[in-house]
C-alpha cells in the first residue's frame, strides 16, 4: 500500500484538514458580506499576533515580493542600507538593492553562523543607514538571527528594522513593538501552513511615515497607498483578493489561537530540540552552529560516501519528501523542515523514514535510534 505523503520540506509545509477544507469551498464573490467579514478578522488578528499598532498587507504574491514590498516602500535610490546576510536568502537582497540602486553595505557571515553584534554596531555608527536588513531564519543554513538584539541596536536611530519573517513567522517568537521591528513579512506556505500564494507584511507606524514622506513610488501593484484603503476597508477594490487563501489563512490563524502564540512557540522549541538531538544520534552534523539554530528547519549534513540525489529519493518513494541543499551545499545536506501543522505522528514517521534510507543506502544504522532520541527528549516533561 502507498503511504500518505508528508512535505517536510522548508516551504510548502503539511496542510492541516481545517485548511485543506477552506481552498476546496465555492469562491465566493469578493464582494460578499460574509468574506468581507472574514478578510477584516484576518487582518485584525494578524496585527494583534505580531503586536503592532502599525499596518499589516495581505496580497496575493509570493515571500520574495513581499521582500521587494518591503524595502520598495521605505527606501529609494541612493539610500543606505546595511544587510546582514546568514545566506542564500540574505543574499537575494543583493540583488534587489542593486537593481533599486540603494547605497548597499553588507555583512556577512559564513553559511551555518551569524554575524557579531559588535560588527554590526561599529557599522551602524559609521553612518547615517535609512534600513537595517536581516533574515530572521535563512532557510539555506538554518540559522536563527538574534533579532531583538540587532533591533535594539537601532532602536534609537532612524533606521528602520525590516526582519524576513518567511521561514520564521507564527513559530519563531516575534514581537514588532518589543523588537522594535519596522517591516516584518512572510508568505502563506511557511510556518503558517496554508498553500503557497499568499504574502503578509505587517509595517510599523514609523515604517508608514516613511511611506507617507514619498511621493509616488515606481512600483504599482506592491505599493502601500494601493492596498492601504482595501486594508482598512476590504469592502474596497485594488486587485482581486484570493479569497480561498484568505480563508484558508484565517483558518490557520484560528489554529494558532487555539492552540495559544506562546505555546506555539514553546512546541516549535521542544520539537526542534528534539529532532535536532535525533539527527545528530543518527551521525549527520548540523550545518547550522549550536547557539543559532532555528525551530523551523534543520539541515543535516550527509556523512561521506552518501549521494544526495540517492538518499533523497528512498524517502520520496516511502512518501517522506526533504528538500536539497542550496548554493556551495548543494549536494552536501538535505534540508529538514518542521515548522506549522507537524504533530508528533509525522515526526516519528519522518525520522524513521530517515534511519530505514540510511540502511538502504548501506549506512550503519541501529532501528529506533533517531525515533528514540526525539521520544526521550519529548517525553522529559511528562
Ligand atoms: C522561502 C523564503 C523566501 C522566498 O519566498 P517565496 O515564497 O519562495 O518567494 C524568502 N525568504 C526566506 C527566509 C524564505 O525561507
Redesign the pocket.
Known amino acids: 500500500m502507498k503511504n500518505r505523503q508528508y512535505v517536510m520540506i522548508?516551504?510548502p509545509t503539511p496542510v492541516h484538514q481545517d485548511i485543506q477544507y477552506e481552498m476546496g469551498r465555492e469562491t465566493a464573490a469578493f464582494k460578499d458580506p460574509a468574506f468581507i467579514q472574514d478578510f477584516k478578522d484576518v487582518i485584525r488578528d494578524l496585527k494583534e499576533l505580531l503586536k503592532t499598532d502599525g499596518e499589516v498587507f495581505v496580497v496575493a504574491g509570493?515571500?520574495?515580493?513581499a521582500?521587494e514590498m518591503a524595502v520598495s516602500n521605505i527606501l529609494q535610490k541612493d539610500h543606505p542600507v546595511l544587510l546582514i546576510s546568514h545566506g542564500f536568502?540574505g543574499d537575494?537582497f543583493i540583488e534587489i538593492s542593486s537593481r533599486k540602486k540603494y547605497d548597499l553595505c553588507t555583512l556577512s557571515s559564513p553559511w551555518g553562523e551569524t554575524v557579531d553584534l559588535d560588527l554590526i554596531e561599529k557599522e551602524l555608527n559609521k553612518r547615517e543607514y535609512k534600513a537595517l536588513i536581516v533574515?530572521h531564519?535563512?532557510?539555506s543554513t538554518g540559522t536563527r538571527a538574534p533579532i531583538k538584539e540587532i533591533g535594539s541596536l537601532v532602536k534609537d536611530k532612524e533606521t528602520l528594522f525590516v526582519v524576513?519573517g518567511?521561514?520564521a513567522t507564527g513559530a519563531e517568537v516575534e514581537d514588532m513593538k518589543d523588537m522594535g521591528i519596522d517591516l516584518l513579512f512572510t508568505?502563506s506556505?511557511?510556518a503558517f501552513g496554508v498553500p503557497?500564494g499568499l504574502a503578509m507584511v505587517w509595517a510599523s507606524p514609523e515604517a508608514m511615515k516613511r511611506r507617507e514622506s514619498f511621493d509616488e513610488i515606481p512600483e504599482y501593484y506592491i505599493d502601500f497607498h494601493q492596498w492601504l484603503p482595501i486594508m482598512h476597508n476590504p469592502d474596497l477594490y485594488f486587485g482581486t483578493p484570493p479569497v480561498n487563501l484568505i480563508w484558508a489563512l484565517k483558518a490557520s490563524i484560528e489554529l494558532m489561537k487555539e492552540e495559544g502564540l506562546d505555546e506555539r512557540y514553546a512546541r516549535h522549541e521542544r520539537d526542534a530540540r528534539a529532532i535536532q538531538a535525533a539527527i545528530e544520534e543518527l551521525g549527520f552534523p548540523i550545518l547550522a552552529e549550536e547557539g543559532c539554530r532555528s525551530v523551523t528547519l534543520t539541515n543535516p549534513i550527509y556523512p561521506e560516501g552518501i549521494d544526495d540525489g540517492e538518499f533523497r529519493s528512498i524517502p520520496a518513494e516511502e512518501g517522506v519528501i526533504v528538500a536539497g541543499g542550496l548554493g556551495d551545499y548543494a549536494g552536501k545536506l538535505f534540508r529538514l523542515g518542521h515548522m506549522g501543522h507537524i504533530d508528533r505522528h509525522i515526526i516519528v514517521a519522518t525520522l524513521a523514514a530517515i534511519e530505514r534510507t540510511l540502511y538502504r543506502v548501506g549506512g550503519e544504522v541501529s532501528f529506533g535510534r533517531g525515533v528514540g532520541t526525539y521520544l526521550a527528549h519529548r517525553m522529559e516533561e511528562r
Not at 509570493?62 to 515580493?65: L, R, S, V, Y
Open positions: 522548508p516551504g509570493t515571500g520574495t515580493m521582500m536568502f537575494r533574515t531564519v535563512d532557510t524576513d518567511v521561514c508568505a506556505q511557511k503557497p
